[in-house]
């Protein structure tokens, strides 16, 4: 039972990534899926959450209108996609379920609360200027 991460890479200021999140043994569906990401030297934030429930999305102040967060239950994958991506978004992103929540509140972004204990490796993004 795992999640993997996948799509990162290396890309211009401006430019555009889809980053994938994959799930084997179990599905994504049945709870809450957050993207996090870390960048060097600083602590690991949310950057964006979908519900299970009903698909709602939330973003971090910072990815908002240019990150999307989205579903494919058929494929039980988990995407995002980051369009005007700048330096400051270079990080190692993960995708994370969470155990029992299936909807993003307003404390989304709080691993513990939103009890985000299944994580996988990470996939890095590094943007260029």
């Known amino acids: 039972v795992q999640l993997q991460a996948s799509g990162g890479g290396l890309v211009q200021s401006g430019g555009s990534l889809r980053l994938s999140c994959a799930a084997y043994?179990?599905?994504?569906?049945?709870?809450?899926i957050g993207w996090f990401r870390r960048a060097p030297g600083k602590e690991r934030e949310g950057v964006s959450c979908i519900s299970s429930t009903d698909s709602r999305t939330t973003y971090a102040d910072s990815v908002k209108g240019r990150f999307a967060i989205f579903k494919d239950n058929v494929k039980n994958m988990v995407y995002l996609q980051m369009n005007n991506l700048k330096p400051e978004d270079t990080a190692v992103y993960y995708c994370a379920q969470s155990l029992s929540r299936t909807v993003c509140g307003d404390r989304w972004y709080i691993t513990s609360f939103m009890d985000f204990n299944r994580w996988g490796p990470g996939t890095l993004v590094t943007v260029s200027s």
């Open positions: 043994g179990l599905t994504l569906d049945d709870h809450a």
